[in-house]
């Protein structure tokens, strides 16, 4: 069994890589510092919940669900903000 020191570290870097993945993704995104970074924390959340809630599973699940996690929680969070956007206008 993994130690939880090692879980935490590669799910926040599979979540950091899923969310900034999106960012690249997305083709209505101009990709500005201020959209990677939102990619990098959205990531870095998503990942490290998917560690902390999953502490028995093995590392190959981790890496996956944290880097799908980090994907699907930037595509979420963006389409709210996109929602937002259009409302206000």
Known sequence: M????T???IGAIFGIIGGVAHQYID???PNTS???SRGVAIG???????????????IGTIML??????LSG???????IRRRRKKLR
Do not use: M, P, R
């Not at 993994?2 to 020191?5: E, F, R, V, W």
């Not at 669900?65 to 980090?70: I, K, S, Y």
């Open 2 to 5: 993994i130690d939880l020191g």
């Open 7 to 9: 879980l935490i570290v």
């Open 27 to 29: 083709s209505e995104q």
């Open 34 to 36: 201020k959209d990677i």
């Open 44 to 58: 870095l959340v998503a990942g490290l919940i998917v560690a902390l809630t999953h502490t028995s599973a093995d």
């Open 65 to 70: 669900e944290a880097l799908l996690a980090g």
């Open 74 to 80: 930037d595509f979420i969070v963006l389409n709210a």
